[in-house]
């Protein structure tokens, strides 16, 4: 989703030489503005990719453009903490898994398996020059609690953000400190 190419997208601009040589990726117009709006809102942002980029190269990357993450989840981490040894295969990304109450992808394929899988989902089409503003828009009309009226286990408000995925974990939805889970408010068995 982050990630695109300037032949359907408007891009930031390239990383100046020669750092273009080594992230030769091209970032989503509007990418570093809107993590920032978010970390101001009170977001805490990650990064979460079905590819096996490294932690340290994603961290990098967005390093040069001004931007800080939370946490990172890749392709390596979904398999160990996700996939781990179950027989039966799961979807490349499980945004529930880490307690994500809304999840922005631009594949159909994830978005469907929302519904099968219990997470939402917010498909963001090709090229949209306010996919910025929509976004926003769509935290702002369910934000997280002022600080100190979550759960006192739970975590800070998320969203988690990458190249394929942008999503948000509610303040208070995180770890209860039983047995159970929280997903969007609701007790979900552990």
């Known amino acids: 989703m982050l990630f695109v190419s300037p032949k359907t997208h408007l891009t930031e601009p390239p990383l100046r030489f020669p750092l273009n040589r080594v992230y030769q990726e091209r970032l989503r117009l509007g990418t570093p503005e809107l993590i920032r709006s978010l970390q101001d809102m009170g977001c805490e942002v990650w990064v979460y990719t079905s590819s096996f980029r490294s932690e340290g190269y994603i961290k990098s990357l967005f390093r040069l453009y001004g931007v800080r993450f939370d946490g990172i989840v890749n392709g390596e981490r979904h398999l160990r903490e996700v996939q ?3 027989s039966t295969i799961l979807p490349q990304k499980m945004p529930n898994h880490y307690r994500i109450s809304l999840h922005v992808e631009d594949e159909s394929v994830i978005c469907s398996l929302g519904r099968e899988y219990g997470f939402e989902t917010y498909q963001l089409d090709a ?6 503003d929509k976004i926003i828009e769509r935290v702002q009309r369910n934000p997280p609690p ?3 009226k979550g759960s006192q286990n739970g975590p800070k408000p998320s969203v988690r953000n990458c190249a394929y995925t942008l999503s948000k974990v509610k303040r208070g939805c995180g770890h209860s400190g039983n047995d159970g ?3 969007a408010g609701q007790q979900i068995p552990a």
């Open 84 to 86: 781990r040894n179950k």
């Open 127 to 132: 090229q949209d020059d306010e996919w910025k």
């Open 146 to 148: 002022p600080a100190g």
């Open 181 to 183: 889970r929280r997903y």
